[in-house]
């Protein structure tokens, strides 16, 4: 009784001896968290979601017409014309979207 109490003690712990070295396993030296890869990661991010803007931006003009752009000009115009000196309610300034 006592050896198969021994044996399955020794198998319960040969079971878990992989999980516990696998908590303990090093890091890859490129995987390492430093502020200077945090940094250029989000400086990569940043400049992709930018890339991405400026490409949809380009393809929106590109797929009007002329007489559409100058409507567009021409509207956008007469909008700030006639907000100059006006303000954006708090709650509007608070719940708007936030661009790059």
């Keep these: 009784m006592r050896i198969f109490l021994n044996l399955l003690i020794l198998g319960f712990l040969l079971i878990l001896s992989p999980v516990a070295n696998a908590q303990k396993r090093k890091k890859d030296k490129g995987d390492e968290q430093t502020v200077e890869n945090a940094q250029a990661r989000k400086a990569a ?38 907000s100059q000196g006006k303000s954006v309610p708090w709650y509007k300034r608070m719940f708007r979207k936030r661009r790059i």
Excluded: F, N, P, W
């Design 45 to 82: 991010q940043k400049a992709e979601i930018q890339a991405k803007y400026d490409g949809h931006r380009e393809h929106i003009k590109e797929i009007q017409t002329k007489k559409t752009q100058k409507r567009m000009k021409k509207s956008l115009k007469k909008a700030q014309k006639l």
